[in-house]
């Protein structure tokens, strides 16, 4: 039955493959963009130009909010991420 199902799918090898690929572009563009050092170089970056007069003060506003909510995400995703670590530690009812 295995392999029927197999032979039966394998036209669409192509588009699963497709969406693999995609997928794993998706994760490594998320990963860069909720990297939190990535982040506080951006932040260091951004009050550089606002000491040099490069940015408007409601300029610099949006892009320090934008930065701290990306920066919130990456911490919330990395506490998500050690509890999902910590409940696959755990063994269950030993006795």
Known sequence: MGLFKELVL???APVRG???VAEQIT???ERRLYDEESIKRE?????IEADEGLL???ER?????ELLDRL?????????ELEMVSLDEEVP???
């Open 72 to 80: 919130a995400i990456s911490r919330q995703r990395q506490a998500e």
């Open 18 to 20: 497709t969406a693999w």
């Open 43 to 47: 932040m260091l970056q951004l009050e």
């Open 10 to 12: 394998l036209p669409l």
């Open 56 to 58: 408007g003060e409601k």
């Open 93 to 95: 009812g030993g006795g």
């Open 27 to 29: 994760e490594e563009a």
């Open 61 to 65: 506003a949006a892009k320090e909010d």
